[in-house]
């Protein structure tokens, strides 16, 4: 494949998709594998960003009435054996604790001892350990609903791991919250998906679709699964976040039972919903480019990267002074609701390496300071959305204006971007050789690296979605809310169809 | 023990210490014991206390250079064997993962399977799994400092628990830095613990002593452990934080070098500190009466609970209104850097109900709203710190500042309460038949309540130490900073000491 020119980041997303997700998190230093099997160690600049998801679906979990409380890592063998779906569903990769010390082996080393009578495992997720403690808390409706979130940590012992995207350790919140009726229930279910939905749109810049899984996508355990999916820039598709409606079963499963306003005892409704770390690598595949990470301004751990560029003393002075004038301006500025951050880089390194350092790590924008300007009272803005040599000179008194304009702009630009991507990629497919067609590779070099998102008739029959699955790996991601009804034919079997579904290969 | 009036906690703290204080939790509804040997399920209230102690420190910790990371949950056997000092503190009480899944037990059950060639253990402090993050990270002088914050969940097998205080599984933050020289790790160590005690003092309100550990008090591994050390109600001794100074011994087991000055390589020094969820402890043992939870201000979840009291439809109206004037008033507003947050409680309960739900939760102040008050345009005000029948009519026009004032007036009464509590309750003490008197439970019921704090002289002998301790359980909880030298004779040997330190039964 021939280069257009040299990028920051190699190889490139039309060389080797996988690897240059690698390379991005490298350069922008968010994160390393651990020794670990599978743990990643997450460093200050990825943390960062997940502790501004961490604040701002914080807030929006708040604003819709919800607590935050904290519940044991560890799950009794005996709990987790209590919904059938669920155990099938987590037993095979799970964590167990099955002693409570170390002792000497003999040989010099150490070994395990003090063998536990039930083992314990680490939460996959944690349905029913919080059951147990809503089982003695709900005891009537007065009680209902019951509105919890619980940000935590997760271990499933994944066999093939992916930093941010598939890891044995991740961070998440879980939502869980308990009610009167199934209708309530829904409601809770739905409310919270359009949380996520909002949030992946206006803070992510990610176009999610919003929809229903499948009956073989959703959640072990539950009644109906509901899900943000995001397409990804290899055209895969990214589950990003889910919202269960969890019917009667793990009310049952943990004995949650309120007295009903006849008063008569019966079992509660309960949801759970969470999004995880794995919106960071969302983040990344959906915006990142060949020069390392993007950054919408509104999730940015920083927004301006300030570059005082000089020879000599004299020179050092003047700019430094403009460059502390100007962290003056954006001290406790405000965009929109997130407050802007500066960093100024003095490094002993050359003008362009420090640009390119903070290219590489996403920073919106970049102002570089130097001697002429600073006698002209103007710096150099550039942004991360633009060619690295587009520089614009901005009088220092324009400055605010500008760099508030620039980070909604910057923050439209990617939203946009990503939704004319997957709307590029996405066909409304109704041949059955046309379908198989568009998910077959283009690439030898890049076999996963198909067609997109087909929109298609399903039937809703599992085998048909079994048998894609086999032929294609391509599986049904969504059936989406705002897919219209519409009269049609299987694309597996040819029988009549009322809606389609979103196909596509997937994370 | 008579009682002069009837209160709303049972037992009081004179009649049974122990007990008032899983009385007071489960009467501000902050915790419980869950089924999971030793783990707590912390509850809305006492996790939003944390998520405020989180949030204050984590803003110090960043003004002080510090970035937060997070490292895996799990620590490879081999890790933790690396350094003998700190194994041998932790082995006898970890948690130990040795399978990767359940399967069935051919008995319609589930058993541990896949087992792992090299157990992990659940990480009980995380110096060895970020020392080999760390040895990759610091190659030169110019990486330093490396100074990082992880704010995660700890494991430690405990034999015996209680909530807050000593749980298998707890919450906290441990920083961990990096640095060229002794002096440099030395002074990061005595700032992190200048951070704690402002923290314990100006928010806690709690007047903690400063100053360091002995040989047999010290963190496993670390050359120095300092710590704040605070006075509990029952005048035992409580350590509410430490920091320690590792020397270059987690750096060698580490390997944590780097390339000096004049080109030469050689081990790091480093340091760790931390405060975890048993500052809640501290908090509910240092200010809480026989009333429930008394909250500092500073550090409370919610400051001011509207209590509207009403007869009818036409009463109602005009008294919400009233409420919902005031919320609008501290809506947005701050008490110095504490955003004020109300708790309108309009459920159909007793006015005197009402009022002793939040008096029990430890609100700071409770306002009343009645028919009668809205037409003067008054509400009643009543503080946290004086009698519950102490109601001051306050004009609604006067309301704003007179909240701020008391709210201020609340945190300094509740520290100056403390420090008065630790002052009468510590005493110079030269005499050894005067120590083991003092050391003397008063009352049979309550063995564990003696005199308090002794600053008595102690030679360094760890021999000595040894026998104050199994003679009458007391222990050398810190020699505080500002002790001044003096010359004396040790309170177990008699030999000549150059100083005092702080003697007394602890948690």
């Known amino acids: 494949m021939s280069k257009q020119k040299r990028t920051a980041i190699e190889p490139t997303r039309a060389d080797n998709y996988a690897e240059w997700y ?90 395990a001892a003090g063998e536990l009578t039930e083992p314990y495992i680490v939460r996959p997720t944690s349905e029913t350990i919080i059951g147990a403690s809503f089982a003695k808390w709900v005891n009537s409706y007065r009680d209902l609903p019951l509105l919890i979130n619980q940000w935590a940590n997760i271990v499933r012992w994944e066999m093939r791991t992916r930093l941010f995207l598939r890891t044995t350790e991740f961070l998440w919140q879980e939502g869980h919250t308990v009610h009167e009726t199934a209708e309530d229930a829904m409601e809770e279910t739905r409310k919270m998906l359009d949380v996520y939905a909002k949030f992946a749109r206006e803070y992510l810049a990610i176009p999610v679709l919003t929809g229903e899984k499948t009956e073989s996508e959703k959640f072990p355990g539950a009644v109906n699964t509901y899900c943000i999916e995001a397409m990804m820039q290899d055209k895969k598709a990214l589950q990003s976040g889910t919202s269960h409606f969890l019917g009667q079963n793990f009310a049952q499963a943990s004995q949650i039972k309120y007295q009903n306003r006849e008063g008569d005892f019966e079992y509660a409704w309960t949801t759970s919903w969470g999004v995880s770390t794995r919106l960071i690598g969302a983040l990344i595949m959906a915006h990142s480019d060949d020069n390392g990470l993007v950054l919408p301004p509104k999730i940015a751990p920083s927004h301006i990267a300030l570059i005082p560029i000089y020879r000599d003393d004299e020179e050092k002075k003047a700019v430094l002074e403009a460059c502390h004038e100007i962290e003056e301006i954006f001290q406790r500025q405000y965009f929109e609701d997130i407050r802007i951050y500066t960093e100024l880089d003095d490094r002993d390194l050359t003008g362009s390496e420090r640009n390119w350092y903070w290219i590489k790590k996403g920073i919106p924008l970049r102002i570089e300071v130097g001697p002429r300007d600073v006698a002209q009272r103007a710096v150099m803005l550039a942004r991360r959305d633009l060619e690295a040599r587009d520089k614009k000179s901005v009088p220092i008194a324009d400055l605010k204006e500008e760099v508030l304009k620039s980070l909604r702009e910057i923050q439209d630009h990617y939203y946009n971007n990503a939704l004319s991507f997957r709307e590029e990629n996405t066909r409304k497919i109704d041949d059955q050789k046309e379908f198989y067609r568009y998910f077959t590779p283009k690439n030898v070099n890049q076999p996963e690296i198909h067609g997109g998102f087909a929109a298609s008739h399903w039937c809703g029959a599992a085998a048909c979605e079994e048998k894609i699955k086999e032929d294609l790996k391509v599986t049904i991601r969504v059936i989406p809310f705002d897919m219209p009804e519409e009269a049609g034919s299987c694309i597996a079997c040819g029988k009549a169809s009322q809606k389609r579904a979103i196909f596509a290969k997937s994370y």
Chains 1, 2 share one sequence.
């Open 22 to 111: 690698q390379q991005v998190i490298k350069a922008a230093d968010m994160a390393e594998n651990s020794e670990v099997r599978g743990c990643m160690v997450i460093k200050p600049w990825g943390y960062a960003i997940w502790e501004n998801i961490q604040r701002v679906l914080d807030g929006m979990f708040r604003e819709t009435g919800h607590r935050n409380a904290y519940f044991p890592i560890f799950i009794p063998k005996s709990y987790f054996e209590k919904e059938a779906e669920h155990v099938e569903g987590f037993a095979k990769e799970c964590a167990v604790v099955t002693h409570s010390r170390l002792e000497d082996d003999g040989k010099g080393g150490l070994k």
